[in-house]
């Protein structure tokens, strides 16, 4: 009697795919730590713009080259944090959610990514409270993890819910060092996450377990170098390279890791992610 063979086990890299994605960027023409809102921020730390230039080309090189579509925003002088584009705000569904910022620093840029989103097709809507826009508001699947604590109100959550008509998950955040949402979780997939439990309210880490229990959890030394601070196209996550312990988790999980160094950007708070918003369809 014939025994059939086997069947061999798919390898974990061969079940993700990669989705071609639409990016938004800043250029970093005017970085520079001007002042301190984030515990990451020293005003006294010289900025090299030269390198962060550099650092942020070889990112928006890595996207292209992963076959990705980069458009670019005309950074504004006076506003050395708009090279953190996610903050810019929300757009998804066919809807836009303009930036309403913590801080009044900030506060110029929503006009320019305001602009970006009426010349291409979104009437960018304006929230009552404060939401910082994908450094806040990440999409997994059909449902948005949104972050409060720290910079976006709790009830802009539901602005943003009825605006765009998807659920919102609320998420709290306890530790001032990873004030976004996207400095403390990484979205991998439609429904794959990683992230950093003691950055997270007990309630909120009790969510997470409850939505993701095959989650990733990093540990300490790659979340305080914003390694959570990603973008995956469902396979390819791009990721400081000095994430190295996250990134061996990655590959673990079937991922593809693509490190970038942004280190010259991390003097901000910011890094991969906060550097790209994504045009969600």
């Known amino acids: 009697m014939d025994i059939a063979a086997a069947p061999v086990a798919e390898p974990a890299a061969d079940r993700r795919a990669a989705r071609t ?50 458009e670019i925003i005309e950074p504004i002088t006076g506003l050395p944090d708009m090279v953190y584009a996610a903050n810019g705000g929300t757009i998804i569904n066919g809807r836009a959610v303009v930036a309403r910022f913590a801080h009044a620093e900030r506060a110029g840029e929503a006009i320019a990514y305001a602009r970006w989103m009426a010349d291409n097709g979104y009437q960018p809507f304006e929230t009552r409270h404060v939401n910082e826009g994908q450094g806040d508001f990440l999409a997994v699947g059909a449902r948005i993890l949104a972050g409060f604590g720290f910079r976006t109100d709790s009830r802009a959550h539901d602005e943003v819910a009825d605006h765009v008509g998807m659920d919102v998950v609320s998420l709290e955040l306890v530790d001032p060092r990873f004030y976004h949402l996207d400095t403390a979780l990484a979205v991998l997939d439609d429904s794959t996450v990683a992230y950093y439990p003691p950055a997270f309210s007990d309630e909120s880490r009790v969510v997470l377990e409850r939505m993701f229990p095959d989650a990733i959890e990093v540990t300490s030394a790659d979340a305080y170098v914003l390694g959570l601070n990603v973008v995956s196209d469902g396979r390819n996550v791009v990721l400081p390279a000095a994430a190295t312990g996250f990134a061996e988790q990655l590959r673990l999980a079937g991922f593809r890791p693509v490190g970038v160094d942004l280190s010259e950007l991390l003097k901000g708070g910011g890094s991969v992610k906060c550097c790209t918003l994504e045009v969600h369809s």
């Open 21 to 70: 994605r639409r990016y938004l960027m800043t250029t970093p023409t005017f970085f520079a730590v001007e002042y301190v809102i984030n515990p990451w921020m020293d005003a006294s730390t010289p900025v090299d713009t030269n390198l962060a230039l550099a650092q942020w080309d070889a990112l928006r090189r890595t996207y292209l080259d992963l076959g990705h579509r980069v």
